[in-house]
């Protein structure tokens, strides 16, 4: 899309209302595009697309400017990520600007710190240095300065992949199964589907590969008692309850109305009919009691800092820290020691983060199994093997499953599976 006067002025507004990052880049993107109805689909989508660039990029982008203004920050990222050259910014700038420009082309990426080559805060490439070399912590970050792919996921219990793949490609988008899950397609590029027929008659949702594949990990079978304990909005309710073939029982909590609400309209469209979403007050609310023991499989898809998902969310990186991440542990801890009161004996409880720290993932297993002797962890490489899925061999060969834009163009994502040994009772 070419760029006018017109749109690079937009732009600027756009960046100056959502870079201070007073709330979530995403809801201030909403709010702005609410306050102009008569932005077109194609402005819209250029904005967001250079925004959620720039922030991708903002500390070499800061560099480049000196801390410069939102309008030199926007002007750098043309010129150094979006490929404009100085001919066709020309026309959009003033003399002044014109010749910055064409200094801040000689400053290079690669003589620059570790954390402005990752585009990693500081605090985190410090976190990330104790479990990963520097060459590591360089490839995952710029792993994560790529947007991600839009994937989706066929309901089995209503469409079949070849099917919905067929009608994609009818329609002229382009779209091919994911690599690994069974049920995911991955399209080439990022049509509208809110509105489109698949998506309203619930044959698919939007969900990221990595997401799909934490509930072929859990695996519930049908007529089984599970339990989604940090359900959310429901992204792995709806794939739970379509291997459950809608049978049995699928418990969905969380202690948001708000993101419970949210699953409603979309547990309509998906044919589900065995799915109670239910608001807790917090993880050892009394309505919990009654299942004690009672349940299958359980997961505990807990609330973490999201930084496996910094494609998507690259403002995560300024809206988290290491007090958030303390924060973020004990109640990890906490709902894992309470979801797994849920279990029966030989029951699987699988705990999973969208984190990339050791100590959102690794450490808290490692903290419940200390605690909960009775429980063993599982091989999630072999858990996967036996749903046909085989994921490339993890790096470091660990039983968890750590899936990463890197190795596997997912989101990241951390996955212990874990068992109730069958003999013992829970104390
Ligand atoms: C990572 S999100 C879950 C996303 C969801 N599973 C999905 O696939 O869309 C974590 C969820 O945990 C919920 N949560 C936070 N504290 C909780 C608690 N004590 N008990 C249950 N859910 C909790 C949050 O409201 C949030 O929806």
Redesign the pocket.
């Known amino acids: 899309m070419s760029l006018t006067p017109e749109r690079l002025d937009m732009l600027v507004t756009a960046a100056r209302r959502i870079l201070p990052l007073q709330a979530p880049a995403d809801v201030l993107l909403r709010q702005f595009f609410q306050d102009r109805p008569q932005l077109g689909q194609n402005d819209r989508r250029m904005i967001t697309e250079m925004l959620f660039g720039m922030l991708r990029r903002r500390f070499f982008l800061e560099i480049l400017t000196e801390k410069g203004t939102v309008r030199e920050l926007v002007l750098a990222y043309l010129s150094r990520f979006q490929g404009m050259n100085l001919r066709q910014l020309q026309p959009l700038i003033r003399d002044k600007e014109s010749k910055w420009l064409s200094q801040i082309k000689v400053t290079k990426l690669e003589t620059q710190s570790l954390f402005v080559q990752a585009e990693l805060p500081e605090w985190l490439v410090e976190k990330l240095q104790i479990s990963y070399s520097d060459e590591e912590i360089l490839h995952m970050g710029q792993s994560f300065q790529q947007a991600a792919p839009l994937d989706i996921r066929v309901n089995s219990l209503l469409s079949k992949r070849e099917e919905v793949l067929t009608a994609l490609q009818q329609e002229g988008i382009a779209a091919e199964p994911t690599p690994y899950s069974p049920v995911g397609i991955r399209l080439k590029d990022k049509p509208t589907l809110k509105r489109h027929q698949l998506f309203l008659t619930g044959k698919i949702e939007i969900?990221d590969e990595g997401?799909q594949l934490?509930g072929f990990l859990l695996a519930p079978k049908r007529g089984e008692m599970v339990v989604?304990?940090?359900?959310?909005?429901?992204?792995?309710?709806l794939l739970l309850g379509a291997l459950m073939h809608s049978r049995g029982r699928l418990y969905a909590?969380?202690?948001?109305e708000k993101?419970l609400n949210n699953l409603k309209p979309r547990l309509k469209r998906s044919g589900l009919s065995n799915i109670h979403p239910q608001r807790?007050n917090?993880?050892n609310?009394n309505k919990l009691k009654r299942l004690a023991g009672k349940i299958d499989r359980v997961?505990v898809?807990?609330?973490?800092s999201?930084l496996g998902t910094l494609r998507r969310n690259p403002d995560l990186k300024w809206r988290q820290s290491l007090e958030k991440i303390e924060e973020f542990q004990k109640?990890q801890q906490?709902?894992l020691a309470?979801a797994a009161k849920l279990l029966k004996p030989g029951g699987r409880l699988v705990y999973?983060?969208?984190s990339l720290l050791p100590e959102e993932n690794q450490q808290i297993v490692a903290q419940f199994l200390t605690v909960h002797p009775q429980f063993s962890i599982l091989d999630c490489a072999q858990l996967l093997a036996q749903q046909k899925i085989n994921l490339p061999n993890p790096p470091d060969a660990s039983e968890f499953l750590q899936l990463s834009p890197l190795h596997h163009n997912t989101d990241g994502f951390f996955a212990a599976a874990l068992e109730l040994s069958s003999t013992i009772n829970q104390p």
């Open positions: 969900q997401s934490l989604d304990f940090c359900a959310g909005a429901g992204g792995k309710t909590f969380d202690i948001s993101r807790i917090h993880e609310d997961l898809d807990a609330p973490c999201g109640k906490s709902i309470a999973a983060t969208c």
